[in-house]
């Protein structure tokens, strides 16, 4: 390209009318030519400099994503343990509970029979007579004994 | 096979969508951070990108949302001091003094256009974006996308002038006095 057609690109440039190609065939013309396109050429450096790329971009996005992939199986690895673990841990809680509850059932009717036997025996004793108080026995035979206090 | 498959299908969106984000986030540990995210959320959604023919206009749409959605949660005074900041601070990357000045003056020249001119400005000179893309983005016709540009180009090469001539004269100006 010489500075004629540059010229009328950048008129093209400064009515729109450019597309892409045309625009960095400019570009890449004008970078060399600071004395005649002074204004431009700093204009197009500042766009340069803003779209200019870091080096290793890609490697350390790359890098990213690679370390994001991994604790996902770790992730995965370590539920499935953790899953294990919760389930026998539940499974015993549920088997001690169940035992527990039996064991419960058990006291619980043992302690029951137990009240029952007690109160019995009061009723029991309460209606046997003092064996120290002094009886006079008024008649008795094989089936009936008949008292007096 | 997952990481050949990245690299052959979403990897190479990074560069298109690096200026972009840098743009919108400022901050490079940000920038970095976004297109991580982004780049997964494709690979996510590599199925249903490759249902488009030209999947264009849906990356870029998806990076910008996501962008947006970092802003909001992220909303930092200082971003605008920041970009200032970084554009004065190029040494690392070989640039002048002088050079980074002149840098720094069209970037304040862009970011004073009309919203509409900036944003046009920056997804065709900075992006790389065809019309079919802009229009995607914006809404706008490409007809009106060509008036946009036309005269976003112009502004900002009229801008350009007056500030150098201004201090072209005011050099010139401090040179008559010391003589």
Redesign the interface.
């Given at each position: 390209m010489n500075k004629e057609q540059a010229d009328k690109l950048l008129e093209k440039?400064?009515?729109?009318?450019t597309e892409?190609d045309e625009e960095a065939l400019l570009k890449d013309f004008i970078a060399g030519e600071e004395e005649t396109f002074a204004?431009?050429q700093?204009?197009f450096?500042?766009?340069k400099?803003?779209?200019k790329?870091?080096e290793g971009?890609?490697d350390?996005?790359?890098k990213?994503?690679?370390q994001?992939?991994k604790p996902n199986k770790t992730i995965k690895l370590h539920w499935m343990r953790y899953a294990s673990v919760a389930a026998v841990l539940l499974l015993g809680v549920v088997f001690w509970f169940s035992g527990y509850q039996k064991h419960q059932q058990m006291l619980a009717a043992d302690e029951q029979f137990a009240l029952m036997e007690r109160a019995l025996m009061e009723v029991s004793i309460g209606v046997q007579p003092p064996e120290n108080d002094e009886v006079v026995v008024l008649f008795k035979d094989e089936n009936l004994e008949i008292i007096a206090k | 096979m997952t990481a050949e498959q990245f690299k052959q299908d979403i990897l190479p969106w990074s560069r298109k969508l690096y200026p972009m984000v840098k743009r919108l986030l400022k901050n490079e540990v940000d920038v970095q951070d976004a297109l991580q995210d982004i780049l997964i959320k494709l690979w996510n959604k590599r199925e249903n990108i490759q249902q488009y023919e030209k999947p264009e206009a849906y990356v870029l749409t998806l990076c910008r949302n996501h962008c947006l959605d970092v802003l909001k949660k992220k909303r930092d005074q200082l971003v605008d001091a920041a970009e200032d900041y970084r554009l004065m601070n190029l040494p690392q990357q070989g640039v002048s003094h002088e050079a980074r000045e002149k840098l720094a003056i069209v970037h304040q020249v862009i970011e004073q256009l009309p919203d509409k001119y900036r944003e046009v400005i920056q997804y065709r000179e900075i992006d790389g974006l065809g019309f079919d893309e802009i229009k995607q983005m914006t809404g706008f016709e490409v007809p009106h996308l060509r008036v946009i540009l036309s005269r976003a180009r112009v502004m900002i090469k009229e801008e350009i002038r007056k500030i150098y001539d201004y201090e072209q004269r005011t050099s010139r100006q401090a040179v008559g006095k010391v003589l």
């Amino acid at each position: 390209m010489n500075k004629e057609q540059a010229d009328k690109l950048l008129e093209k440039y400064y009515k729109g009318e450019t597309e892409l190609d045309e625009e960095a065939l400019l570009k890449d013309f004008i970078a060399g030519e600071e004395e005649t396109f002074a204004d431009e050429q700093l204009i197009f450096d500042y766009y340069k400099e803003e779209a200019k790329i870091p080096e290793g971009l890609e490697d350390q996005l790359l890098k990213g994503f690679m370390q994001q992939q991994k604790p996902n199986k770790t992730i995965k690895l370590h539920w499935m343990r953790y899953a294990s673990v919760a389930a026998v841990l539940l499974l015993g809680v549920v088997f001690w509970f169940s035992g527990y509850q039996k064991h419960q059932q058990m006291l619980a009717a043992d302690e029951q029979f137990a009240l029952m036997e007690r109160a019995l025996m009061e009723v029991s004793i309460g209606v046997q007579p003092p064996e120290n108080d002094e009886v006079v026995v008024l008649f008795k035979d094989e089936n009936l004994e008949i008292i007096a206090k | 096979m997952t990481a050949e498959q990245f690299k052959q299908d979403i990897l190479p969106w990074s560069r298109k969508l690096y200026p972009m984000v840098k743009r919108l986030l400022k901050n490079e540990v940000d920038v970095q951070d976004a297109l991580q995210d982004i780049l997964i959320k494709l690979w996510n959604k590599r199925e249903n990108i490759q249902q488009y023919e030209k999947p264009e206009a849906y990356v870029l749409t998806l990076c910008r949302n996501h962008c947006l959605d970092v802003l909001k949660k992220k909303r930092d005074q200082l971003v605008d001091a920041a970009e200032d900041y970084r554009l004065m601070n190029l040494p690392q990357q070989g640039v002048s003094h002088e050079a980074r000045e002149k840098l720094a003056i069209v970037h304040q020249v862009i970011e004073q256009l009309p919203d509409k001119y900036r944003e046009v400005i920056q997804y065709r000179e900075i992006d790389g974006l065809g019309f079919d893309e802009i229009k995607q983005m914006t809404g706008f016709e490409v007809p009106h996308l060509r008036v946009i540009l036309s005269r976003a180009r112009v502004m900002i090469k009229e801008e350009i002038r007056k500030i150098y001539d201004y201090e072209q004269r005011t050099s010139r100006q401090a040179v008559g006095k010391v003589l």
